[in-house]
């Protein structure tokens, strides 16, 4: 199993600035991903963090909005820049464990933009 | 496009009744199918997994999905549903063409003593 730890858990922002999330896994893991989880939706797929590249992102995702940086195969960032209300949100970091198909979570850290 | 359907958004149950919840995906190709669940406060735990074989599957804490492919369906049981499985619920794919996880809308589930 991969035990994945985000921070912040939570943080309140303000209108126009921007906020980097970081993930660390325990163990060394070929992919991690970046979700987001809208009040009282479902987890969508922000995008993929790459090591040594860029991130490869989902439609209606940029690197602009959300840049990601992944240095090594145990640690990621993403950035959520120019913040808006509409950013209010949990984002949540996962990462597969090697050969297990699975996906494991971060806690995730809650976003409120005001 | 590809898409995880969970009708059920809502499920209240009392201590004791069984639970099924629906799960369908809209995919021709290969897929690994996965329950996962977030108790209240808490990060996404993974429940239970398909990827071959027996298409019975089972779980943690006495939970079970059976893969049905004619029916592009992979919905959750489980017997008799305790107060400690209030929780949501999230039924996801990962399609054969791709590496990423693609997960339903999810189905808060509320039991009572």
């Known amino acids: 199993s991969a035990v994945i730890s985000q921070k912040p858990s939570r943080d309140i922002c303000q209108r126009g600035t921007s906020l980097t999330i970081q993930c660390q896994v325990d163990s060394q893991v070929t992919m991690m991903f970046w979700y987001r989880q809208q009040p009282g939706q479902s987890l969508t797929l922000i995008a993929t963090?790459?090591?040594?590249?860029?991130?490869?992102?989902e439609s209606g995702f940029v690197i602009d909005k959300f840049p990601i940086s992944r240095p090594n195969l145990t640690f990621s960032t993403l950035t959520v820049s120019n913040m808006s209300p509409e950013d209010s949100s949990i984002y949540l970091c996962s990462a597969e464990g090697s050969g297990t198909g699975e996906l494991f979570f971060g806690e995730g850290s809650r976003l409120t933009v005001l | 496009a590809q898409s995880v359907s969970q009708h059920n958004h809502h499920v209240i149950l009392s201590e004791a009744a069984s639970l099924e919840l629906g799960c369908n995906y809209s995919?021709?190709?290969?897929?690994?199918l996965f329950w996962y669940v977030q108790y209240p406060g808490q990060h996404l735990q993974l429940l239970l997994k398909?990827?071959?074989?027996?298409?019975l599957v089972k779980g943690i804490k006495g939970f079970e999905a059976e893969f049905i492919k004619s029916k592009f369906s992979f919905n959750l049981r489980k017997p008799s549903v305790q107060w400690s499985d209030t929780a949501e619920y999230f039924c996801?794919?990962?399609?054969?063409?791709?590496?990423?996880?693609?997960f339903g809308t999810g189905t808060r589930l509320q039991v009572f003593p």
């Open positions: 995919y021709g190709g290969t897929v690994n």
């Open positions: 996801a794919v990962i399609l054969d063409n791709t590496d990423k996880l693609i």
């Open positions: 398909y990827f071959s074989g027996d298409p």
């Open positions: 963090a790459n090591q040594g590249s860029e991130a490869t992102y």
